[in-house]
């Protein structure tokens, strides 16, 4: 048994177990990978794939518990190698952080120039993807931290940390009539086409679930994944915006006004989040702490400590 037919097994099952893809991620041959699998299952004595002719198309009931080992073996044999770094290089190395496009343009900036200020020997990598996108890097160990709204709290496999608290404004053309209605409701809201974001990004489930409750249903005419291109559209009097409080700068963004009123669609929290067992170098710990001075390192290693009760 090597690690290359660990590799291969995680590999094979993150391609959908098309074999041809695994050879192509692990830039090797396809015959090469075929042949790694056959020679760990006859040391182990069980077959791990289900098979159709030459095709596999799952995994067996060993398969399965199996790939449970691999994954956590490899996880610590990563983790191997960013200890060795850890006192070989302490200041120097590469941090990933996953995270959406709301909290990279408008949460993370300053905690991103102070991180540079303080370690400018490491390589910050910010990965810009969905949340569920950013989950998926996150198992996969090819995220250092996660930073979202949706998806990381629900995934047993992370250990997530709040944040900060937010909630959605509702935006309109300086000289939209909604200014003039006071205070601002939802009925009178779904009396306007709606500009929001799309299912799954920045809290669009909670934006439905308070229409839905209002027996409501709103005339959402487009839907987009940031708050830029919401405020574009509403510039342009498409319809009514509705976006993340954070994302809304007087000064710059002169063309839409805020509708005053109380939020409307309750409190967001956005939250921190890392696999468990990821081994984190120190300055992953700054990193986070910088995010929130309540996130100190004793902090998240005691939550990340295997005998942490759930």
Request: glycine share 6%.
């Amino acid at each position: 048994m090597n690690f290359q037919q660990l590799r291969i097994i995680r590999e094979t099952v993150r391609q959908n177990f098309n074999l041809t893809e695994v050879a192509n991620a692990l830039f090797t041959s396809q015959s090469g990978v075929s042949k790694h699998i056959k020679d760990l299952e006859d040391e182990l004595g069980v077959e791990l794939f289900v098979r159709k002719g030459k095709r596999f198309l799952g995994l067996t009931d060993p398969g399965k518990e199996l790939l449970t080992i691999v994954e956590r073996m490899l996880l610590d044999a990563g983790n191997i190698k960013r200890l060795a770094e850890q006192f070989s290089q302490r200041d120097e190395g590469q941090l990933t952080i996953a995270t959406t496009h709301t909290q990279a343009r408008y949460a993370l900036p300053k905690v991103v120039t102070a991180f540079k200020k303080a370690f400018p020997k490491v390589h910050l990598v910010l990965h810009q993807a969905s949340p569920d996108e950013l989950v998926r890097l996150l198992l996969a160990g090819e995220a250092d931290i996660g930073i979202a709204t949706e998806a990381v709290a629900d995934v047993a496999e992370l250990v997530s940390f709040p944040y900060y608290n937010w909630h959605h404004t509702v935006i309109a053309p300086p000289a939209h009539p909604l200014h003039q209605n006071a205070p601002l409701t939802l009925e009178t809201l779904a009396d306007y086409p709606l500009v929001t974001y799309h299912h799954g990004f920045t809290g669009r489930a909670q934006i439905d679930r308070a229409f839905a409750d209002a027996a409501l249903a709103p005339d959402i005419v487009m839907a987009a994944l940031d708050a830029d291109v919401i405020k574009t559209y509403v510039e342009l009097d498409l319809g009514v915006g509705i976006i993340a409080s954070m994302a809304i700068d007087p000064v710059r963004d002169s063309q839409v006004r805020v509708v005053e009123g109380a939020p409307l669609f309750g409190q967001q929290t956005t939250r921190v989040a890392i696999r468990r067992g990821h081994y984190l170098r120190s300055y992953a710990y700054r990193f986070i702490e910088l995010c929130s001075a309540a996130l100190d390192e004793a902090t998240v290693r005691q939550a990340l400590s295997p005998s942490t009760p759930d």
